[in-house]
C-alpha cells in the first residue's frame, strides 16, 4: 500500500472481491465455485490488513485501538445483517430466470465493485492531502500523529501486566 495510495489500494481490491464475487453466479459445478472462491480469498486477503495500515495514517496510538475495535464491530454487524438480506435475496429464485444464489452473487459482488469505484474517489488518502480540512485541522492531525508515546504517559508495561495475571483465574475462564 505504500507503493500506491490508500485509495486506490482498497478500491482495487475491493472491485477485485465484488467482480469475482458476481462472477460466481455463471458457475455451473463445485469445482468451478471453489476456483473462484479461492481467488476471491486471495483478492480479499489484503483488505483487513490494509484497512488497519490505512488507520495508522488518520490516527495515533491511543485512538487507533478504538477505531479498529469499531471496525471489527462493524464486520460482525454486517455479518448479522447480511444474513436477513441475503435472505431476501435468496427469495428472488426465478426472477429473469435466474436461481436466488445466482442474484445473491450478483448483487453483492455488484455492490461491493460499487463501493470499490467510490472508494478510488471519496476516500482521503492522508490527512495532509485531505481537501475538507482546514489547514490547521490538517496541521492538528499530522502533530497529534507525530507525538510519541513515552513511559510516563503509558505507564503499564506488558511486564507489569503478565505479573498482575492471577492464574486461578485463567484456569477458571478455560474450564
Given amino acids: 500500500m505504500k507503493k500506491f495510495s490508500p485509495s486506490k489500494w482498497i478500491a482495487r481490491i475491493m472491485i477485485t472481491w465484488g467482480l469475482l464475487t458476481a462472477s460466481m453466479m455463471f458457475c455451473k459445478d463445485f469445482v468451478g465455485l471453489m476456483i473462484v472462491r479461492t481467488l476471491i480469498g486471495g483478492a480479499e486477503a489484503g483488505f483487513f490488513p ?3 495500515f490505512y488507520f495508522t495514517f488518520w490516527f495515533n496510538k491511543r485512538e487507533r485501538a478504538m ?3 469499531l471496525f471489527y464491530v462493524g464486520a460482525a454487524v454486517a455479518g448479522v445483517c447480511g444474513g436477513a438480506i441475503s435472505y ?4 428472488m429464485d426465478g426472477v429473469l430466470n435466474l436461481k436466488g444464489w445466482q442474484w445473491l452473487f450478483l448483487i453483492e459482488g455488484g455492490t461491493t465493485a460499487l463501493i470499490g469505484i467510490t472508494v478510488v474517489f ?15 485541522e490538517r496541521l492538528f492531525v499530522v502533530a497529534k500523529l507525530q507525538e510519541t508515546n513515552t513511559s510516563e504517559d503509558n505507564p503499564v508495561s506488558v511486564e507489569k501486566e503478565v505479573k498482575r ?9 478455560l474450564t
Fill in 50 to 52: 490494509g484497512v488497519i
Fill in 88 to 91: 431476501g435475496i435468496l427469495s
Fill in 122 to 136: 471519496c476516500l482521503t488518502d492522508y490527512p495532509h492531502t485531505a481537501s475538507w480540512l482546514t489547514p490547521e
Fill in 165 to 173: 495475571i492471577v492464574w486461578k483465574d485463567v484456569w477458571s475462564t
Fill in 67 to 69: 477505531k479498529i475495535a
